[in-house]
Each structure stands twice: as C-alpha cells, then as structure tokens.
C-alpha cells in the first residue's frame, strides 16, 4: 500500500546481483514488499531522489525511509525482522561476516566483470588473475563448513551470490571443482537452499541482464 506506515518497497532490476541479495534476505525473513523495477541507464525520477548519491539499485524503501547499498540494506533488515537471522549473533562472528562480505564487494566483484566481460584480453587476464588471488581466501575462509557461518545459510552466502551466478550465467571458465573444490560445492549448496531456488531469475532473465550490463560497460570504455 503506497504511503503506508508499513510499507515495504523494492526497487530493483531483474537480475541485478545486488538486488537479488535483498530479495533472498527478505525472503529467508518472509516479509512481503511491492516490487518496482528500474530500467538501468534509465533510472526513474523516484529512484533517483531516494539514491541521489549512487544513483542505483537497489532501494529499500520502509515506513517511507530510503535505504541503499545492497549489504546496508541486508543488515537494516535483520535488525528490524529479528527472527530468521542473517547475521551470527556472537559479536566477533558477526565482525568476520562483515569483513568477508566487504571482501567480496571490494575484491572480487569488479575483477569478475572484468574477467568476464572486458574485451580486451590482457585486462580481461589481469582481471582473472586478481579474482584467483581473492577466490583463494574464500576457498581457505570455506574450511570444511557447508556455508560461510557453518551450518546455517546466511549474510556473507547472500553477499557471495556472485560467485555462483557469474559460474552459471557468464559461463565461467576459471571456476571449476579442480581449482576451487570447496567453492565449488559452496556454490551447490548455495543453489540448492530452497530460498535461493525460489528467488533466481531465470536463467534468460539473468543472461538479458549481464547482456546489458556488458553493453554498459563497453560503452563507458569508449
Ligand atoms: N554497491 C551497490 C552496487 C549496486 C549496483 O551496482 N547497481 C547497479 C545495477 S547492478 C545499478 O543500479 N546501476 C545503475 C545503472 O546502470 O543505471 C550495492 O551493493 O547496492
């Protein structure tokens, strides 16, 4: 209901990575939200007031407050929804959940689309590079758990949906069970967890997205 005290509003864009965080977060919560899709490269006027700083998605919108930045939002909505929790309850944990989860965004996000969709074949290589370098720590952080806080699926798993996505989506060679074992099925369970099911894109949906996203990026080079 627009306006109301309640609401609970998602803007986002189908396939984003850092959209799809927030749904499965909300999701694993079971809170309800109306959903308004943006156009990347064509943000609504609505959503640039709500992130004039960033200018992206995704916005959370709650009781008329906007939020942004997709690990933001994550925490925002496991201090407000209490059961189901995201984050590890010891403090210590929940500073190592924290510190992965900015590892990924800084680390190995941009080195993924580099590796993935730079044309150029010596920075699409130096790219590979730097994401084995950070892929290496996540196989060591792993150990023998099923999922990054151990048995239950929660805040550096959402943050580490890239991995899977980009190994299914963008086709990604570097990644396989040789190379990176625990990963590997890190990335099985991750896929399997009845939440993540319900919440991927299709694969379609995801493959329009990064075409886009790719096209952005070669066009920002030129
Ligand atoms: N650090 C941000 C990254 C969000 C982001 O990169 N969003 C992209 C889509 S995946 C976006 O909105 N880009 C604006 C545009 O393409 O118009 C987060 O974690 O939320």
Redesign the pocket.
């Known amino acids: 209901m627009a306006g109301s005290e309640e609401e609970v509003k998602l803007f986002g864009?189908v396939g984003?990575?850092?959209?799809i965080?927030v749904q499965i977060a909300l999701k694993l919560k079971g809170v309800e939200y109306n959903y308004q899709e943006?156009t990347?490269?064509?943000?609504s006027d609505t959503l640039l007031k709500f992130n004039p700083v960033?200018?992206?998605?995704?916005v959370f919108l709650h009781k008329g407050k906007p939020i942004?930045?997709?690990?933001v939002?994550l925490e925002y909505i496991d201090e407000t929804w209490k059961h189901n929790p995201i984050l590890p309850s010891d403090p210590y944990q929940r500073a190592m959940a924290r510190f992965w989860s900015k590892f990924i965004?800084d680390k190995c996000v941009a080195p993924a689309w580099k590796s993935a969709f730079m044309i150029d074949e010596k920075e699409r290589e130096k790219a590979a590079e730097e994401l084995f370098e950070a892929l290496q720590f996540l196989e060591n952080e792993l150990k023998d758990k099923k999922f990054f806080g151990g048995e239950e699926f929660g805040f550096v798993d959402i943050a580490a949906l890239f991995i899977p996505l980009f190994k299914e989506v963008a086709e990604f060679k570097l990644f396989t069970s040789d190379q990176f074992p625990k990963l590997y099925k890190w990335s099985q369970e991750f896929y399997n967890h009845p939440v993540v099911k319900e919440n991927m894109p299709s694969k379609d949906q995801l493959f329009g997205y990064f075409k886009a996203?790719s096209a952005?990026l070669a066009a920002s080079r030129k």
């Open positions: 864009s984003s990575p850092f959209v965080r943006e990347l490269g064509s943000l960033y200018k992206m998605v995704p942004s930045e997709s690990l939002i965004d996203r952005t």
